[in-house]
């Protein structure tokens, strides 16, 4: 079992930069793929960046390519997401996932385990 929490949302304006952190509570956190998923009001819930467990694989949507980065602190069982060049578009509630079984990837139903989510609203 692990506990999931996000922060760092917020609201920013286009262009801008915010870090989201993903805390883990529980056993093994090292050992769990994870990954950034955002959903958007009155839209599905879509994949934003996956993570191996080791850090040595990454994965991103096409759409935050080159803007937003992944990356995992294992000594203190936290993932991050590093966003930058922030538009109207990311506007959506962002939230970690876990999957026990190390495959990870871009599908959400691979993860078993999910925060509550963190509000990122970007303004034009």
């Known amino acids: 079992q692990v506990q999931l929490v996000e922060s760092g949302g917020g609201l920013v304006q286009t262009g801008g930069s915010l870090r989201l952190s993903c805390a883990a509570s529980?056993?093994?956190?090292?050992?769990?793929?994870m990954a950034w998923f955002r959903q958007a009001p009155g839209k599905e819930r879509e994949f934003v960046a996956a993570?191996?467990?080791?850090?040595?694989?990454?994965d991103y949507a096409a759409f935050v390519k080159g803007r937003f980065t992944i990356s995992r602190d294992n000594a203190k069982n936290t993932m991050y997401l590093r966003m930058n060049s922030l538009k109207p578009e990311d506007t959506a509630v962002y939230y970690c996932?876990?999957?026990?079984?190390?495959?990870?990837?871009?599908?959400?139903?691979?993860?078993?385990?999910w925060g509550q989510g963190t509000q990122v609203t970007v303004s034009s």
């Open positions: 996932a876990a999957d026990g079984t190390g495959t990870g990837g871009s599908s959400w139903t691979t993860y078993g385990y």
């Open positions: 529980g056993r093994a956190f090292s050992r769990y793929a």
């Open positions: 993570i191996s467990w080791s850090a040595s694989n990454t």
